[in-house]
């Protein structure tokens, strides 16, 4: 399951296979710690940039057998002894993702976002995948259906707090073709024409994560009842925000505990086409 500091990663859950955790939590670590350097605090962004600047560095070094920084020693010693199972490439594209996160800019168009989540979402899926030693066209392109639409359900979900950190992932095309403005969507004005954007851009995520949902049905194990539940997790926050009427510019929708119930249901009945 996922878990609300770093989003849609799935941290050695009980479905993961044992020899498998090490490995997940290191990448977690290294992708929580990034994420909290460019984040976290009240740092400037030039003294952010360093940090990530730095700790890049020492990825480089350890990908190189060389030791890091004592500074992130605690990161960088058990992702070594499990570099021998992941792409380095990947990891760095994590770190462009935070690089861009201290600036974040206007996107113009749907590609130009999803260009982002090929950084910030994708390795992810890749990642994982890597580790349960699948490699197939047909699996890497439905991962990252399945990670760039779980990156964009949290965009849609997170409103209340994106705007007032002045950050906006709507792309400028969506908000012209409903007359919305960036700044209606930061200020968080709920109108009609506001939630009919938001209704758009969830119903692309939705088509997304369909494209990417039969990936959970062809991984065996744990490895599929695992995807199962974070494929069933998204669509439920986008039925969330359906349920209230697309009006995800004056609440956020969440998954509660006494959703569990529902959310392993449509995991255990997941069909093709869920």
């Known amino acids: 399951m996922s878990v609300d500091?770093?989003?849609?990663?799935?941290?050695?859950?009980?479905l993961c296979p044992p020899a498998l955790r090490p490995a997940v939590v290191a990448i977690y670590h290294f992708a929580r710690t990034a994420d909290d350097l460019a984040d976290e605090g009240d740092a400037s962004t030039e003294v952010r940039r360093q940090a990530l600047h730095d700790y890049r560095a020492d990825l480089t070094a350890t990908v190189?057998?060389?030791?890091?920084?004592?500074?992130?020693a605690a990161v960088f010693t058990p992702l070594a002894r499990e570099l021998h199972r992941l792409q380095p490439a990947l990891l760095h594209d994590l770190l462009d993702a935070f690089e861009q996160d201290l600036a974040p800019p206007r996107y113009g168009d749907r590609a130009q976002l999803l260009d982002y989540c090929r950084r910030s979402a994708n390795p992810v899926g890749r990642l994982l995948l890597g580790l349960?030693?699948?490699?197939?066209?047909?699996?890497?392109?439905?991962?990252d259906a399945v990670c760039s639409a779980l990156q964009l359900i949290n965009f849609w979900q997170d409103f209340t707090?994106?705007?007032?950190?002045?950050r906006l992932y709507v792309p400028q095309a969506d908000l012209d073709r409903h007359g919305?403005?960036?700044d209606d969507v930061l200020a968080r004005r709920d109108s009609p024409a506001a939630r009919a954007l938001i209704a758009d851009l969830?119903?692309?995520?939705?088509?997304?994560?369909?494209?990417g949902a039969p990936l959970a049905l062809q991984l065996k194990g744990r490895a599929g009842w695992e995807l199962r539940l974070v494929v069933q997790g998204g669509l439920l926050i986008l039925d969330k925000i359906a349920a209230g009427g697309h009006d995800s510019l004056l609440r956020r929708p969440a998954i509660k505990p006494w959703d569990l119930p529902r959310l392993a249901w449509r995991a255990l009945t997941m069909r093709a086409t869920s």
């Open 5 to 14: 500091h770093y989003e849609n990663f799935p941290v050695a859950s009980l």
């Open 64 to 72: 190189a057998g060389r030791p890091a920084s004592p500074r992130w």
């Open 161 to 166: 707090r994106d705007g007032p950190n002045g």
């Open 132 to 143: 349960y030693d699948v490699a197939d066209a047909d699996a890497l392109r439905r991962s």
């Open 202 to 211: 969830c119903g692309w995520a939705r088509a997304l994560m369909r494209e």
């Open 180 to 182: 919305v403005s960036a």
